[in-house]
């Protein structure tokens, strides 16, 4: 049975807070990866549609750049580490 929609924007959030760590993690090595990649990469550890709303709101507020299909982390942040 697949997993739950989110119902509220708390739930959303904490989707989003539970999936984040992994793909900022995943592309903390500095290799650009599509979207595919990213999902699947990360499948046996979270349902594809928490990944991907992860990765587009991760872009919207400027934690991933998009350079032509494939993600990044932005120059600041891959510095950090």
């Known amino acids: 049975m697949p997993p739950a929609k989110p119902a509220s924007s708390a739930d959303l959030a ?21 979207e595919a990649a990213i999902v699947a990469a990360l499948a046996d550890r979270h349902a594809r549609d928490d990944v991907r709303l992860t990765v587009m709101r991760l872009d919207v507020v400027g934690r991933l750049d998009l350079q ?14």
Do not use: C, F
Not at 69 to 78: M, N, W
């Open 14 to 34: 904490a989707v989003i807070a539970r999936v984040a760590p992994d793909v900022l993690a995943l592309l903390g090595d500095g290799v650009p990866r599509t």
């Open 68 to 81: 032509g299909s494939r993600y990044t982390l932005p120059v600041a942040e891959a510095e950090q580490g």
